[in-house]
């Protein structure tokens, strides 16, 4: 056996824990006996959240490697890092160092999430990508398949998952407080980034420190623009997912727990209009999900931009910024915030049952506990994170199709309703819109080549 195959089944034998699940009854984490050897960590992508996921990284092992396409991103995390060695291009990166690295971090932005992290598992590194797991449903479904084919400890960055607050709400609405429910609503306050607008017409020049067509990847070319980098990316469709993909994972997080909200049978949205650029600046959508191992039938509605829904519907509560209303036959749950993190209230006014829920060591945490062969996060890849995944980013399918006819003059209030996206999931596949095949399986260019889902 090579040092390579006894390190990796050193890290798979030598458990943190012994089993455990978020749910009530389930079986709370129990620490082993064994010594546990230092993992080596790489990460792509050091600033903004990879600032704090490369320090987790840290903080729970060795960090040997760290990639940005920005230097001054990657000087500044040298200072971090003084053992780390620097690369810009991942690939690079694998191809020197893929003996030495046991777990990556891809905080990178959306377009890239799936090609670096089919790099990083393929190859057998654990892998830990930042919400949402990808920009695409098809690149979400080849993630999940990668990861239980390679058998690796997998997590998407949705810290919200470990929350014993977001647990807890989701138990509740499991156990029966509200009876059968009849739908879901949930809203943010994204986008807090530009949408809505043209592609800049300007080509400044690239500033020495950032390395454009690795930032691209396998996105169309276009000429550099400081709109695109280093933040404003999500809102635009050839890099981004928009309000919805950037932020529905946290809010959406807690009732799909609860109820298991995966493969919608349809979608449909209400948005501005777009221009097939840059996602609209506002959107409502509905998703209906069918009848599902004894779940009834449901109603789910997103909005953003500031829509929000009918204050009415809270009974006097307050109406947060963002949050997640779940109506049900027998009670509401109120859970404003992003991670059901502020308060949980039943809208009848009665208190909140008695319920089970395991303590997570940390989101960060459960990843490197699965590594060291403890029980998978729960936000792992195939059974969580890409399901989870492929349902929220089924909206921008719906949001695609109510972009409006060129020239089109769209009410500002009511805006433009799109066609009803009829979804087949075990055939990825829109119905009845193949106008949306690209958005489901995008294009790769620039060398880049999107697997096959075997």
């Known amino acids: 056996m090579s040092r390579r195959q006894t390190r990796r089944r050193f890290l798979q034998t030598t458990a943190a824990v012994g089993a455990g699940y978020w749910v009530a009854g389930g079986i709370a984490p129990r620490e082993s006996r064994s010594a546990l050897e230092e993992i080596r960590f790489a990460s792509i992508g050091v600033n903004g959240k990879g600032a704090s996921d490369s ?27 003084e053992d780390a060695k620097k690369f810009n291009d991942f690939r690079k990166m694998f191809d020197e160092m893929e003996k030495s690295i046991d777990a990556v971090t891809v905080s990178t932005p959306d377009h890239t999430h799936a090609v670096a992290s089919v790099a990083a598992m393929s190859r057998g590194k654990h892998c830990f990508t930042q919400k949402p797991m990808t920009k695409s449903i098809y690149e979400a479904r080849l993630l999940s398949h990668l990861a239980a084919k390679h058998k690796v400890a997998t997590s998407m960055g949705n810290q919200g998952t470990a929350n014993t607050s977001l647990r807890t709400a989701a138990a509740v609405i499991k156990g029966g407080a509200c009876g059968t429910v009849k739908e879901v609503h949930v ?28 930032f691209l990847g396998p996105a169309k070319k276009r000429p550099y623009n400081e709109v695109y980098h280093p933040f404003k990316w999500r809102g635009w469709w050839d890099f981004g997912t928009g309000a919805l993909g950037d932020m529905a994972c946290h809010t959406v997080n807690m009732p799909y727990m609860a109820l298991g909200l995966g493969d919608p049978t349809s979608i449909q949205a209400v948005t501005s209009g777009h221009n097939m650029e840059t996602f609209p600046s506002w959107s409502i959508i509905t998703f209906e999900f069918p009848e599902r191992n004894g779940r009834a039938p449901l109603l789910f509605k997103w909005y953003d931009g500031n829509k929000k829904i009918d204050p009415a519907l809270l009974k006097g509560k307050k109406l ?40 997570s060591p940390g989101h960060f945490e ?13 936000a792992n890849f195939p059974t969580y994170a890409g399901p989870l995944t492929e349902t929220i980013l089924l909206g921008n399918l719906a949001v695609w199709a109510a972009a409006g006819e060129p020239g089109q003059e769209i009410d500002k209030e009511k805006g433009i309703t799109g066609k009803k996206i009829e979804w087949d999931a075990a055939k990825l596949e829109a119905k009845n819109a193949p106008e949306v095949a690209h958005i489901v ?9 999107l697997e096959p889902i075997a």
């Not at 399986?441 to 080549?449: A, D, L, R, S, T």
């Open 441 to 449: 399986k995008p294009e790769y260019y620039n060398g880049y080549q």
């Open 187 to 214: 809203w943010t306050n994204r986008p807090v980034w530009p949408q809505g607008t043209a592609r800049p017409t300007d080509t400044p020049a690239t500033p020495a420190h950032i390395h454009w067509d690795l």
């Open 320 to 359: 947060d910024s963002s949050g997640c209303l779940v109506i049900g036959e027998k009670d509401s749950l109120y859970a404003p915030g992003d991670y059901a993190e502020k308060t949980i209230d039943l809208l009848s006014g009665k208190e909140l049952p008695s319920v089970e829920t395991v303590k």
């Open 366 to 378: 459960e990843w490197v506990r699965a590594i060291k062969g403890g029980v998978p996060a729960t």
């Open 55 to 81: 320090g987790d990284a840290g903080n729970n092992g060795k960090m040997v490697a760290i990639c940005d396409i920005d230097d001054q991103s990657l000087n500044k995390a040298a200072v971090r890092f």
